[in-house]
Nanobody, 126 residues
């Protein structure tokens, strides 16, 4: 299994930016499909963004498309989520996830991923 550690969360005002990182160890990240999910208090974990193993294909949930950018640096075993124009509704714990094998049609569902980080808190004040 691959171990994942998120960083880069924090408190930011509405309209601000944050860049989350997900550092992998134990296995080469280039072998994994990767995703970002988030969970707000009292809500279910929801899909945010996906990136294929090569980095060529990406997907976003509608609410973040155009504001967030997912990327990866396989040479550094790290994945990123650049978050711009943050809004209070983006407040959540953000998790990175990795899957060695993936049903393409289910790449946005959290149970498709077997490896998870511990999460990093993002709080956006109004």
């Amino acid at each position: 299994q691959v171990q994942l550690v998120e960083s880069g969360g924090g408190l930011v005002q509405a309209g601000g930016s944050l860049r989350l990182s997900c550092a992998a160890s134990g296995r080469t990240l280039s072998a994994y499909y990767m995703g970002w999910f988030r969970q707000a208090p009292g809500k279910e974990r929801e899909f945010v963004a996906f990136i294929s193993a090569s980095g060529i294909s990406t997907n976003y949930t509608d609410s973040v498309r155009g504001r967030f950018t997912i990327s990866r640096d396989n040479a550094k075993n790290t994945m990123f989520l650049q978050m711009n124009s943050l809004q209070p509704e983006d407040t959540a714990v953000y998790y990175c996830a990795a899957a060695a094998q993936l049903n393409w049609g289910r790449r946005t569902t959290f149970d498709s991923y077997e490896n998870w980080g511990q999460g990093t808190q993002v709080t956006v004040s109004s």
